[in-house]
C-alpha cells in the first residue's frame, strides 16, 4: 500500500520485455512456422505429379536419392533423409512391393540392408524426369533464386542440426532473431 503523496515505485523494464515477449511470439513472426507452412504448400504441390506415379512424398525422396546413386544402405539412406529406421522400413517395404526397390542383406555383413533400384524403380526416373521444372514452374520463381534459395536453407538445416547438439540459453540472455 503506498502512503499518500508518495510515488509509488514500479519497474519498466519487466513490463517492456513482456510486451516484446508477446511481439515475438507472434505467428507470422515465426522463421519454423514460415518453414512448415512452406514445407506442407510444397508437399501440397507435388501430390498430384506424384500420384500419377503412385509415389507418396517420402517415397519419392527415397527414389531420388537411388536414382543419384544405387545400392545405398539403409542406413545411409536413413541418414540421407534424417529418417528413422522405424519409418524408412515399412516405406521401403512398400516400395518393394510395388516393384520399385528390392532389399538385400549385404553378404559382409549381415547387419547390413542394401537397396538397389529394380528396373521398373529405373522407369519410374524417366517418367519423373520433368517434375522437378514442372514444380519449380510451379512455384513462379526463377531459377536462379531456386538455386539460392535451396543453398540458403541447407546452411540452416547444418546450423540447426549443429545447434540441436548445443544446450539453450537460459530465458532472457539470446540475441537471437526470432525463430
Known amino acids: 500500500m503506498t502512503q499518500q503523496g508518495a510515488t509509488p515505485t514500479t519497474d519498466a523494464a519487466p513490463s517492456a520485455r513482456c ?12 522463421l519454423c512456422f514460415a518453414l512448415y507452412s512452406a514445407s506442407l504448400a510444397m508437399t501440397k504441390l507435388y501430390k498430384p505429379h506424384l500420384d500419377r506415379l503412385g509415389l507418396t512424398y517420402p517415397q519419392y525422396l ?38 520399385w526397390i528390392r532389399r538385400t542383406r549385404s553378404m559382409l555383413d549381415e547387419r547390413r540392408v542394401d537397396i538397389q533400384l529394380t528396373a521398373g524403380g529405373q522407369a519410374l526416373r524417366e517418367q519423373a524426369a520433368s517434375l522437378p521444372q514442372t514444380i519449380g ?11 539460392e534459395l535451396t543453398q540458403t536453407l541447407q546452411a540452416l538445416r547444418r546450423k540447426l542440426a549443429d545447434a540441436a547438439t548445443l544446450p539453450l540459453a537460459p530465458p532472457g540472455t539470446s540475441t537471437s532473431p526470432v525463430a
Open 19 to 30: 510486451q516484446a515477449g508477446a511481439s515475438s511470439l507472434q505467428l507470422d513472426r515465426q
Open 62 to 99: 527415397v527414389m531420388l536419392v537411388l536414382w543419384q546413386g544405387d545400392g545405398v544402405s539403409v542406413s545411409d539412406l536413413g541418414a540421407r533423409l534424417t529418417l528413422d529406421s522405424g519409418t524408412l522400413t515399412p516405406l521401403l517395404k512398400r516400395m518393394q512391393l510395388a516393384g
Open 137 to 147: 514452374l510451379a512455384a513462379g520463381c526463377q531459377l536462379d533464386d531456386l538455386v
